[in-house]
């Protein structure tokens, strides 16, 4: 069934894509700067690009999150969203947040906490912009005509990625225990609560994409969700190694950050084998790669990377350097960044009525992004190893070890370029598709 309310979802992928957009021009601000092109430092010093790059892929992660939100969950409900002016409020309270934000890092006005550096009146601000999207989709829930595993799932996952923003808003004098706190959010979102929203979305768009019956793919759900939380919690202990917490975490951090790659390695597993047992080969062939995509990569880059530098004796060496951005960057592309866009690719269609899928451009926007994106990995990859050797083991000076490795960000700002033609080749099919057109989302479902 479609609805039209679920019209509301374009508003937040357009504000993806714009954020998306600008985190780009960012990461080449910072990318120049490292191979000495520094030339606005006066206007935007390193540490305001770095705390802008990341702070734009948290907000347009999220947007895209609710957009999905308010598209799925009316059909998974199966009733028009509880209020589309709420929803609309909700949309224009989070752009002011993030340009205000934005606006405010190049003013030196933030918390300086690392990943949280939005001022304090902004959080508040948050709190309140979340409460109203959470009432929306709950109530849009509640007195819908049905429960699904799905929804329940993904409004699981937002309600409790709402609660634990609030542990990043209490401060401490000491640093051990402001760390110990703060990464209750910059974890639990990213490896605990935003996996259930992940497995949720996955599981709409393979029920939608495959044909494969809805209680078979809601079973490797419940699957992926108890490995989610078996892991993902106490794999928090990762980032206690070094911060001043009980020795206990080395053994806790490392047992349970061995075991989450399997919650990755399960949403791979299940990505290819709903595609291969629907059997069909759906029209909107674009939306189901970057969904088995999604899988895919989120196993190599948060899974398989992950792993690799997160056990106390290599974590040891490697905490702090450009090994935790090759990490990064394949993670949060793989696992999130490809599951909005998967989503985008879907819903388009649906929404607008135009089937702009079946040409070469979103094909080849997908396949130069990914791969622009493995080399920036690797690029990353070289740069973090040849740091750790130079800094950590023969003992050379951060400033020294930072020229020298230098050379390696030339072709980190090449695959990025690459990078970037893929993702300007999906944003101008987005712009192709136009807004929602009203006839062919009716009022009542069809």
């Not at 960012?26 to 120049?32: A, C, E, K, V």
């Not at 009432?135 to 699904?148: D, L, Y």
């Not at 709409?204 to 209680?215: C, Q, S």
């Not at 794999?235 to 009980?246: A, D, L, R, S, V």
Request: hydrophobic share 50%; with cysteine; aromatic share 16%.
């Amino acid at each position: 069934m479609r609805y039209r309310s679920q019209k509301v979802a374009y508003l937040f992928f357009a504000t993806s894509m714009l954020l998306l957009s600008l985190q780009v021009i960012y990461g080449f601000i910072m990318g120049f700067a490292h191979i000495g092109y520094d030339n606005l430092h006066s206007v935007v010093p390193f540490n305001t690009a770095r705390a802008t790059h990341t702070n734009l892929l948290v907000v347009w992660l999220l947007s895209g999150f609710m957009g999905s939100a308010y598209y799925i969950i009316p059909e998974e409900a199966e009733r028009e969203l509880y209020s589309v002016k709420a929803a609309v409020v909700q949309w224009a309270s989070l752009v002011v947040v993030s340009v205000t934000a934005i606006i405010g890092f190049h003013f030196n006005w933030w918390e300086g906490r690392k990943f949280l550096e939005i001022p304090r009146p902004l959080d508040y601000l948050v709190v309140v912009n979340v409460l109203l999207f959470v009432g929306n989709i709950g109530m849009t829930t509640f007195k819908g005509r049905r429960f699904t595993t799905t929804g329940l799932v993904l409004l699981s996952g937002l309600v409790s990625a709402a609660l634990l923003y609030l542990p990043g808003m209490i401060s401490f004098d000491s640093q051990v225990y402001d760390s110990y706190f703060r990464w209750w959010v910059v974890h639990l979102w990213v490896e605990g609560v935003w996996e259930l929203i992940m497995g949720a979305i996955l599981s709409f768009l393979l029920i939608k994409l495959t044909g494969v019956d809805r209680e078979v793919i809601e079973k490797w759900l419940y699957v992926i969700v108890g490995l989610t939380f078996l892991s993902g919690i106490l794999g928090t202990g990762h980032h206690y190694y070094w911060i001043g917490t009980p020795e206990y975490w080395k053994t806790i951090g490392g047992f349970f950050s061995a075991l989450e790659p399997l919650a990755f390695l399960g949403m791979a597993i299940y990505g290819v084998t709903m595609a291969r047992r629907g059997g069909k080969s759906p029209d909107n062939r674009v939306a189901l790669l970057w969904t088995v995509g999604c899988g895919i990569m989120s196993f190599v880059g948060a899974g398989f990377l992950g792993f690799a530098h997160t056990l106390p004796q290599v974590n040891l060496y490697t905490h702090g350097t450009l090994v935790t951005a090759m990490h990064g960057h394949m993670a949060f592309w793989g696992a999130y960044a490809m599951l909005v866009l998967a989503m985008i690719a879907y819903a388009l269609p649906e929404m607008t009525g135009r089937k702009l899928y079946r040409g070469w451009l979103p094909e080849w926007a997908f396949w130069i992004s990914n791969i622009g994106m493995v080399g920036m990995t690797g690029a990353f990859a070289v740069a973090g190893i040849s740091q750790v050797y130079l800094e950590r083991r023969v003992g050379m000076d951060f400033l020294a070890v930072q020229e020298a490795i230098s050379v390696h960000f030339v072709g980190l700002i090449l695959a990025g370029s690459l990078f970037t033609v893929g993702i300007g080749m999906f944003i101008w099919n987005f712009i192709q598709y136009g807004t929602p057109n009203d006839e062919v989302l009716p009022t009542s479902g069809s």
